[in-house]
């Protein structure tokens, strides 16, 4: 099999096309091509008058591939398919995969197919009870504090754009996507060199890969939450879990994957208490920036998007302070949600269906914060400073509404009094002021410099009529689970995993973790074994 890059597609025309674009590259008849899928489609907006997809394609010819690779031709290379081999393994002693979210869910998934049987806690509901829940919260019901956007079948990634794409080149990345469109997802997010589900798709994904768990012997319980751990000799040796019923139950277990999200703050604090060895990790904070969806196609494409998908963008900036600011979970055509979990306390997120056909474009706008800018001496000083500011959110409106304010009152420091061009999406609405009365100085100094820089490089970015909705503090974990070598955490057979403990940031990274972390499960019980 070879692969054969720099294969042009028009945005109008089809990835079938490649067979008949790569017959032509290669100077063979259609019919010599036995097999071809695509490898990788990715949109080259660099010259606004010449957008259109570069593409990549692995196939094999009826006859001379050997001759073809040995004439050294550019953009052709021999290919093998990559290839992610689960061991199989029997075992009485029964894994438990923490919290249900990508880390957990593919973790789980490949200790099943793996014979091992895990039993998943996940301390929210499944994905349909927990959508019924977060509507309800979003239309002004109550919230939730153990079923939300955080909490639940899926975890924070379900109610989010459902990016896919990583900066990383881990061998476990392939498998991943694959996984996701035999579950469900679209097939082009195997290709797409920025792929997405979308909440709607993602929602019947997560379910039918838990089918599959249950499918192979493995049990997934939700509205059950870990409450402790037991251990012999610096062993684990069992979990303590707090079951829907309001009983709590002694699960005798050796091994443990600790998936349970950047979220479980009572988790965190009882983990501190244990002794387990935690350190405090720079993580960032700042607002969701909104601004038309339109406005952003034509800064990035010059033009209406007629047939190319909605624009996004990823910004950063350092500044002469040494201080930075940057986009992270950019979605086009999506909504800033409430993304709240516990009681008196305002949170921002954004998030996107699949189709991205929403008026807004919105981002989280963060600023970089160091631990040392953290208050407080606790290991868990970052988790309270995000406590306290989403606190002072609730407090300011009143309410889970979020404060609002235009960017250009923002930039010359005035309160806003209503929507301009760009109205809010927010729900269960917005409250127009100051986010300067919700967000520490650290960060507001920092967005005011950074605002106008990055609308050097998207215009509009620093739209007057832009809406900054506060406080977004959940981009990351702001505390990490130290894990050694075989991934284990300071009690042994306690493998800390994904966003949670520090080790990943975003659907993709967190189910490689997951991965990683099962394997590093199964070297232990073939240990135990010997």
């Known amino acids: 099999m070879i692969i054969v890059r720099g294969l042009r597609l028009e945005t109008r025309e089809d990835i079938s096309l490649l067979r008949q674009k790569a017959a032509k590259k290669l100077r063979v008849p259609e019919a010599d091509i036995v097999e071809i899928f695509p490898v990788k489609r990715s949109l080259d907006a660099r010259k606004k008058n010449d957008i259109h997809y570069n593409c990549s394609a692995a196939l094999t010819l009826r006859r001379g591939e050997d001759k073809l690779l040995k004439k050294g031709i550019k953009d052709i290379a021999a290919y093998t398919p990559p290839v992610y081999e689960i061991p199989e393994l029997r ?283 953290f208050p407080g001496e606790d290991v868990l000083a970052g988790m309270y400073w995000q406590r306290e500011i989403e606190q002072r959110a609730y407090a300011y409106t009143g309410s889970y509404r979020a404060p609002a304010q235009l960017v250009g009152d923002f930039l010359a420091g005035r309160d806003s009094t209503g929507a301009g061009a760009v109205s809010p999406t927010y729900t269960p609405g917005v409250h127009w002021g100051s986010i300067e009365n919700v967000l520490p100085e650290r960060i507001t100094s920092v967005l005011k410099n950074a605002i106008p820089e990055l609308g050097k490089k998207l215009k509009g970015f620093d739209s007057s009529d832009a809406v900054l909705t506060a406080p977004e503090t959940r981009s990351s974990s702001p505390v990490r689970i130290v894990r050694d070598e075989s991934l284990q955490a300071s009690l042994l057979g306690l493998f800390p995993c994904g966003e949670g403990a520090g080790y990943a940031g975003g659907i993709t990274s967190a189910a490689v973790d997951g991965l990683r972390c099962a394997e590093a499960v199964i070297e232990a019980i073939k240990g135990d074994r010997q």
Request: charged residues 25%; aromatic residues 6%.
């Open 91 to 373: 075992s009485e002693s029964r894994p438990i995969v923490v919290g249900f979210g990508p880390a957990g869910m593919f973790a789980a998934l490949c200790l099943a197919r793996a014979g091992l049987r895990p039993i998943v806690l996940e301390r929210g509901q499944d994905a349909l009870s927990r959508k019924t829940a977060v509507d309800a919260f979003r239309a002004g019901g109550k919230l939730d504090t153990e079923s939300n956007v955080q909490f639940g079948e899926g975890g924070a990634g379900t109610f989010s754009d459902g990016k896919l794409n990583t900066g990383t080149h881990d061998r476990r990345m392939g498998f991943v996507l694959r996984e996701f469109a035999a579950h469900g997802a679209p097939e082009n997010i195997v290709y797409d060199a920025k792929p997405h589900i979308g909440t709607d798709i993602l929602i019947e994904v997560v379910q039918n890969i838990r089918r599959e768990i249950i499918s192979l012997g493995g049990e997934v319980r939700f509205n059950t939450k870990l409450i402790g751990l037991e251990s012999e000799k610096g062993i684990l040796s069992a979990a303590k879990a707090l079951c829907r019923d309001g009983e709590e139950e002694l699960i005798p277990c050796r091994q443990l994957i600790l998936a349970i999200g950047h979220s479980a703050r009572d988790s965190f604090e009882f983990l501190r208490d244990m002794g387990i060895n935690m350190q405090r990790k720079p993580f960032s904070m700042g607002a969701r920036i909104e601004h038309k969806q339109a406005d952003i196609d034509l800064a990035q494409y010059g033009r209406g998007r007629d047939e190319l998908p909605p624009a996004d963008y990823s910004l950063n900036v350092h500044l002469p302070d040494g201080t930075s600011a940057y986009t992270f979970c950019m979605c086009p055509g999506g909504q800033v949600f409430a993304a709240a979990s516990e009681e008196g306390g305002v949170v921002t997120n954004g998030m996107s269906y699949s189709k991205r056909d929403g008026e807004n474009a919105n981002a989280a706008l963060l600023v970089t914060l160091h631990t040392e800018d």
